[in-house]
Structures are given as C-alpha cells and as structure tokens.
C-alpha cells in the first residue's frame, strides 16, 4: 500500500503518519531527509527522533537519493518530500536543478522494496503569492510531484488541524 499525506505545516502530518506506520508490522523504516542546516533545524531533528523513539523505527538519515536505500521490505515512512526536494534541486555551490524524474524514480525504487509506503508533503503554493524565481521553481516541482504521487498512490489523506480528510482511496 502506498499512502500520500498532505496538508499545510504544522497540521499534524507527522503525528498521524507515524501512527499509520504503527499498524504495520516490523520492520518500520523512518526515511529522514531534513538536512541540518543550523539551531532551527537540529531542535526540530531531535523532537522528531525523540517522538519516535519508542515506536520501534529504524532511522535512515538520507538527505539525497532516496533510491539508493535498500531495505528487507516493511513499511517505510518517507519524512518528507518537501525537504528531499529542495535537497535534490540546490547543490552545495546554490546550483538551481529539476530533480523532478530523479525523485519520481527514487521514490519508486523505494516503495518497490517496501510492503507499505507512507509519503509526507506539504501543500505548497495555494496561498497564491509570487516569490523569487528560484522559490518559485521548488513550489512547481514539489506540486508536480504532489500530483504525481497523488495520482500513483493508492490512499490520500489532506491533514487540516489534525484531523484526516481522505481525499483518495478507501479509509484507513
């Protein structure tokens, strides 16, 4: 099963993806791709490694090329696509690329090694606002994706304030 989670920040994405993992047997995989990048960052990877901490996960701490991982099946939670696509669009010199098909292919080389694939995003972009080019590229890439896996994902839940709205596939 393959299972896309959307939603606005903060909604309680990751609260509600880590206890869909949790119906699932072993082994649970948490896919990690939030690059620590300063104070911000670091508090937030340590909340999220101690929220999980006793759910029986095994991290992986892959900021880029997701498809490489190799795992015994299971079910994997991919936290998140948001961070793994600005991870794979801007390199070390600020270099803007298209990781579009790149993510498309690595994702799916994951969910074929996975019995269950739990995929976190964010919505981007319905505030209507214009920003930087560079902005502006990452938000139609992350939405290009968001459709994709929407469309090649069997369930789709929008998270708004915490509450699961199923928008795709049948109730979990």
Known sequence: MKILLTGGSGCGKSTYAESLVLRYPQPRWYVA???????E???KIARHRALRAAKGFETIEKQTDVGNIRIPGGTVLLECLCNLT????FDA????????EKILRDVRALASQ?????????????DGESYSP?????VECLG??????AEEFDTVYELVCGIPLLRKGLAL
């Open 134 to 138: 560079e902005t502006m590229a990452y």
């Open 41 to 43: 960052s670091e508090k």
């Open 33 to 39: 791709t939030m690059m620590p990048y300063g104070e």
């Open 93 to 100: 010199l600020g270099k803007l690329h298209d990781p579009y």
């Open 86 to 89: 600005a991870n794979e669009m």
């Open 114 to 126: 996975a019995d269950n694939l739990i995929l976190v995003t964010n919505d981007v972009g319905s």
């Open 144 to 149: 290009r994706l968001n459709i994709a896996f």
